[in-house]
């Protein structure tokens, strides 16, 4: 089965399970990300699909939760791929003009992905007659992101590249490229897809973004060369992010409390240190002059963000 045939497969168990659990409820479902719009790679992309209900309310998160179970159930045989099924769902009006009265789980910019990619593969097209995502939208998502994401636990990668690389390249990839995506659609208004995001960044952690790109193969190459490009440049990565957000929104936008509390704390992870001896595997020569202290993460640094930040959850 080719990677693509199996991502497809993860796809079609979750179509089927959204079928039993809806109904006639289930208006359409959409093929998004990777699979929708090219970019695919099996050893870090998740696999996603949209669901388009009749309405929705206050039990659909449940129902769609447990559609990801069954689907996660029926595809356990896909590499791993099962588990990376991430589900969005909204109604019609939802996905035509943006967040209303009605739950949901579609973000800007994964409405955006919809509008622009998205395959239909269930039901009636709903697309007609949409209103794209304004800029301000997107980038009031990347910057909720941003707030809710980058948690403490996030933030410890951050500051210990070594333990970051320890969860592989699906991790590591996932770190790195965030904000350069976020980034791009700040620029340019369009969907952050890694390979467009990784060619338009021209900031100076462009070593650590173009290693990054190719580490989604699969591999992370050589343990010592790659600490030292997630040392030199993630949290400066991380840093431009939040900045060019912030120099975006005006400072009473509710989120803006939030990325200045992110900016304080990636600022206080982002000393370099010495090679972890032992925690690289075999190395060639280790990088000397580094500072050996480790500045501990923040703990609840975000505990005043405002709770109003938009929920971004997804990547491909």
Do not use: Q
């Amino acid at each position: 089965m080719t990677d693509d045939a199996r991502g497809e497969a993860v796809l079609g168990a979750a179509t089927d399970a959204a079928r039993r659990e809806f109904g006639d409820d289930l208006v359409a479902a959409y093929t998004l990300g990777s699979l929708a719009h090219g970019g695919f790679a099996p050893a870090v992309s998740d696999v996603d699909l949209a669901l388009v209900l009749s309405e929705t309310g206050g039990g659909t998160a449940s129902r769609v939760h447990d559609v990801v179970a069954a689907a996660r159930d029926a595809a356990a045989g896909t590499d791993g791929l099962a588990e990376r099924l991430s589900v969005f769902w909204a109604d019609p009006h939802t996905v035509r003009h943006g967040p209303g009265d009605r739950p949901a789980r579609l973000p800007a910019v994964d409405r955006l992905d919809l509008l622009d990619s998205g395959v239909l593969r269930h039901g009636t097209d709903v697309r007609d007659g949409a209103v794209r995502p304004t800029h301000d939208e997107l980038v009031r998502g990347s910057a909720g992101f941003l707030v809710e994401r980058v948690d403490d636990a996030w933030l410890a990668g951050i500051a210990d590249p070594a333990a970051l690389l320890s969860r592989g390249p699906r991790a590591v990839t996932k770190t790195v490229l965030f904000p350069v995506r976020f980034l791009h659609t700040l620029t340019t208004g369009e969907i952050g897809r890694n390979d467009a995001a990784v060619a338009s960044y021209d900031g100076e952690h462009g070593a650590l973004v173009t290693a990054a790109l190719r580490w989604r193969g699969g591999t992370l190459g050589d343990r010592v060369a790659a600490w030292s490009l997630l040392t030199d440049h993630l949290a400066g990565l991380y840093r431009e992010c939040v900045d060019a957000h912030l120099a975006a929104l005006p400072d009473a936008d509710p989120v803006v409390a939030g990325l200045r509390a992110l900016r304080d704390a990636v600022a206080l992870v982002g000393a370099p240190r010495a090679v972890p001896r032992g925690r690289l595997g075999a190395s060639p020569a280790v990088p000397r002059g580094r500072l050996s202290a480790s500045p501990a993460v923040p703990r609840s640094r975000l505990s005043a963000s405002p709770a109003s930040a938009p929920r971004t959850p997804r990547s491909p």
